[in-house]
C-alpha cells in the first residue's frame, strides 16, 4: 500500500501533530511555543504551515474572537497505521505490518490504541 503522499505528514508537521493529539487545540501561539523553538521556526513560518497543514486536511482550524485555533483533523492511530503501512510496504518491501506489539513502549500511545493499530494493520493486510 502506498499512501497518498500529501496525506503523509513532514517531520516537523508530525511534531504539530503530536502536540496537538496531547493537547486537543491550540492557537498558533502555543502551537508555536510548543515546536517551532525546536524547529527553528519563525512564527510566520510557523502560520505559514499550521495554514498548508490545515489545506492538506491535516488539521482542523477554528476562528474564535479573531484568534485561529487549531486541532488534529487526522486521528493519531489511522495516520500512524497509514505510515507505518506504507513504510513497511515502499521502503522494507514487506507485504505484511509489523505487529502492533512493536510499538509497546512508544510513549505515543496507549495500551488500547496499540491494540486499535494492530486491528487496523490486521484489517489492511488482509485486504491486500
Do not use: C
Not at 33 to 55: F, I, K, N, Q
Amino acid at each position: 500500500m502506498t499512501a497518498d503522499q500529501s496525506l503523509q505528514p513532514t517531520k516537523p508537521e508530525l511534531a504539530i501533530l503530536k502536540l496537538l493529539w496531547r493537547k486537543k487545540s491550540l492557537s498558533a501561539r502555543e502551537i508555536a511555543d510548543g515546536v517551532a523553538g525546536d524547529l527553528g521556526w519563525s512564527y510566520s513560518t510557523l502560520r505559514t504551515v499550521l495554514e498548508r497543514m490545515h489545506e492538506k486536511g491535516l488539521l482542523a482550524k477554528r476562528s474564535t474572537g479573531g484568534v485561529n485555533t487549531y486541532a488534529a483533523a487526522v486521528g493519531k492511530v489511522a495516520l500512524l497505521g497509514r505510515m507505518i503501512q506504507d513504510f513497511t510496504g515502499r521502503v522494507l518491501e514487506l507485504d505484511d505490518a509489523p505487529p502492533a506489539v512493536l510499538f509497546a513502549q512508544s510513549k505515543l500511545l496507549t495500551h488500547e490504541e496499540i491494540e486499535e493499530l494492530e486491528k487496523l494493520l490486521r484489517k489492511e493486510e488482509n485486504e491486500q
